[in-house]
């Protein structure tokens, strides 16, 4: 079967992003048509080492290049100075040059961290993203945002850095636990909500082929690549409406944070979707939605196994005051305004520049105590 294919469109740094079952055994023959040099640095965690390297390692060599594996624990702590320092000597030290590259193998975190490490090295090396996660697939390998987080927060330390390839193997998905798959499809959902309704109408009627498999998960990953696509094209460095990607992100970065960023608790994609779902019921709160809108978003978030209420957090209530210290020390605060992204509906998101924090607090009041 011939892979799926979008284009991300940025002139001389476009760029495809291709998403079908069997790319990890044509990566080889597929990278070599986008780089010139033969030496490549993997970059993966040791889960996904463990199941995806081998057949990766086989097909480069096929291909003729020499490979360097550098393998970080799993898990959103080795976004860290401590391993981007690691990351980036273990790519000087296996000698990859520029004209080489460095190979994302893994989920968002890795793909976040190795891109940041591509970014930096020699001032700058190719990036092929190998992305292994549902959310790293619709999300994070697509559109040059790469970052590791700070003692301050979440992503602080960042550069755009747009990949060269996107491999998008969706038999990787096969392996990957329910709970992960059911959060990166929050961010399917997300791209839905913001700006395609047909989209969400076709998502709420195959949901369950979805999250089967076959076909039809092959067509949400693409309309959601797609979907960013267009995004990062229409706006590569966030200064309009690419911020609309984040729908639902100021109160998910607030409860992770407030959760200590234990994954036990709560992974990015589950705070998406009670992110998302807060975000409908605020906007239906301002009445700037209809609240139909706002049941039909948590009905399908639901349906898909996520948590869709503060309430669904397990372990230590989380407080009003708290998440709202979160979402003021978010970057979005001017002149004592919040940026919020929020929707007139299903399909509908927009940027709001004058939320008034006491109005958040309020809702935040009511969330915490329903
Ligand atoms: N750069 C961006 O634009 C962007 C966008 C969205 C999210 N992100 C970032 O992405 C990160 C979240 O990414 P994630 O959800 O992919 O998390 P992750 O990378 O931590 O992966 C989740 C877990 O799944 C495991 N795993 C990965 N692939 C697997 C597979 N095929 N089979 C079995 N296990 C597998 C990983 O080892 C990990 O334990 C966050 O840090 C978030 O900030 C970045
Ligand atoms: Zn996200």
């Given at each position: ?51 995806h ?5 086989v ?31 273990a ?106 309704s ?7 009627a195959?949901?369950?082929?979805i ?32 911020a ?39 906007s ?35 407080s ?18 919040l ?27 009511r969330?915490?105590?329903?």
């Open positions: 079967m011939s892979a799926e294919r979008v284009r991300v469109e940025l002139g001389e740094r476009s760029y495809d992003v291709l998403i079908g079952p069997g790319l990890l055994a044509q990566a080889g023959g597929r990278i070599a048509d986008v780089i010139s040099g033969r030496c490549l640095a993997i970059v993966t965690d040791e889960n996904v080492a463990a199941l390297l081998q057949p990766l390692l097909s480069l060599k096929a291909a003729g290049f020499k490979a360097k594996e550098i393998v970080v624990p799993a898990g959103e702590s080795s976004k860290s100075f401590g391993q981007l320092q690691k990351v980036v000597d790519i000087l030290e296996a000698r990859v040059e520029r004209g080489d590259g460095v190979v994302a193998l893994g989920g968002g975190v890795v793909g976040d961290l190795a891109g940041l490490a591509a970014s930096i090295a020699r001032r700058g090396m190719a990036l092929i993203q190998i992305p292994t996660t549902l959310l790293a697939q619709v999300d994070s390998s697509v559109g040059g945002k790469t970052g590791i987080n700070s003692r301050f927060g979440k992503n602080l330390v960042g550069a755009f850095h747009q990949p060269t390839l996107v491999l998008a193997d969706t038999d990787t998905l096969d392996t990957l636990p329910p709970r992960e798959f059911a959060a990166g499809y929050a961010e399917v959902a997300k791209a839905a909500l913001i700006g395609d047909d989209f969400f109408e076709w998502l709420e195959n949901e369950e082929k999250f089967a498999g076959g076909s039809e998960r092959i067509r949400a990953i693409k309309k959601s690549v797609a979907f960013k696509a267009r995004t990062v094209a229409a706006d590569e460095r966030e200064t309009g409406e690419r609309l990607l984040n729908l639902g992100h100021t109160f998910a970065h607030a409860l992770e944070a407030a959760c200590g960023f234990d994954a036990t608790r709560l992974v990015h994609g589950e705070a998406v979707a009670i992110g998302l779902v807060l975000a409908h019921d605020f239906v709160a301002e009445d700037l939605a209809p609240a139909a809108d706002a049941d039909r978003a948590r009905a399908h978030l639901k349906a898909a196994g996520l948590p869709v209420r503060i309430a669904d957090i397990h372990g230590q209530p989380l009003a005051e708290e998440l709202l210290g979160h979402i003021a020390q978010d970057k979005k605060v001017k002149r004592g305004r940026t919020f992204i929020l929707t007139r509906g299903v399909g509908k998101a927009f940027i709001a520049n004058d939320v008034s924090p006491e109005r958040v607090r309020e809702f935040l009041q969330q915490t105590t329903a």
